[in-house]
């Protein structure tokens, strides 16, 4: 073959290359981001992580899914005057619902509240009605991360299913620990197509992470039958105390910290599995997400 035909099918490959790329990002993937108890910097760890996709050329869309104590506002620096509960009754729009995060050209923060409770007592007309009114979302993000409550009550877990990546978060403490299995244990058993991942956070050194991680997982693998899949970890670093009472995030406020690379190595490491190993293209987007979450995952047991 001559250098032209050569030239030819390598550009051939790229554009092929391109579009199964495209495909893969086709629709807006959705992380859920939970832990077993409160304190374990689950919130500060979305909003950072958040951040660091957006560096990496995403937009994202970080939804305060905490049905009780919502904080996120607080970690932005902002005061959202309406939630997903005015789109819900259908008095305030898509864009007047979503707050722009000060400094922060690509992340946006939708407070959720009890507006994602509220779904659940919708009929087909008034769920499609919203379906249609969050549309506009898969075109203004790439990633949405709803950052859940503490425990295993059942928002908590209707999270867990809905989403196309868990993000589990834990620190060495015993008592984290032992409240991650139980997360484990009671999202019941492995779902095709829904990824569980763990995160140790303020870990005092990467060699203590893993060991936490293998003692999670091995518990898991040998008593639930299922294990989740370690992505790793945050080290502990005082600048994150000290962005929480400035009302800011540690991954802008102090860059180059040792935590702050810890999370972009995170949000490398979720981007590339969220786009290699997510659930199909036809169960993905907001419209499959928000439906699986308002029939049946909001059932009260």
């Not at 199964?20 to 979305?46: D, E, F, M, P």
Request: with cysteine.
């Amino acid at each position: 073959m001559n250098a032209a035909g050569d030239q030819a099918g390598e550009l051939r490959r790229l554009v092929e290359e391109k579009r199964q790329a495209i495909r893969r990002r086709g629709r807006l993937r959705t992380v859920a981001v939970l832990s077993g108890k409160g304190g374990v910097g689950k919130s500060n760890l979305a909003l950072s992580m958040a951040c660091a996709m957006a560096d990496r050329g995403r937009r994202v869309v970080v939804m305060d899914a905490d049905l009780g104590l919502a904080n996120l506002d607080l970690l932005c620096g902002v005061s959202p005057q309406h939630n997903l509960s005015h789109l819900v009754e259908g008095s305030r729009g898509l864009t007047e619902v979503l707050t722009p995060v000060p400094r922060e050209e690509r992340v946006t923060l939708l407070s959720g509240g009890v507006g994602l409770k509220a779904m659940a007592d919708l009929d087909d007309d008034a769920l499609q009605r919203v379906f249609g009114a969050l549309e506009d979302l898969e075109s203004r993000a790439d990633v949405l991360i709803l950052d859940t409550g503490a425990g295993i009550h059942h928002g908590v877990l209707a999270f867990a299913h809905a989403a196309d990546l868990t993000l589990l978060v834990t620190t060495p403490e015993p008592t984290s620990v032992r409240d991650a299995y139980g997360v484990i244990k009671s999202l019941g058993p492995a779902e095709a197509g829904r990824e569980l991942l763990l995160v140790v956070n303020m870990a005092s050194s990467r060699a203590e992470a893993l060991d936490v991680a293998d003692r999670i997982r091995r518990a898991s693998a040998r008593f639930l039958g299922r294990s989740p899949s370690y992505l790793g970890c945050v080290l502990r670093d005082a600048c994150v105390e000290r962005a929480v009472r400035g009302r800011g995030i540690f991954y802008r406020a102090s860059p180059y910290s040792s935590a702050s690379r810890c999370v972009g190595e995170l949000a490398e490491a979720l981007l590339q599995w969220g786009e290699e190993r997510t659930a199909p293209p036809e169960t993905r987007g907001l419209r499959s997400f928000f439906a699986r979450l308002a029939r049946g995952f909001f059932m009260e047991k």
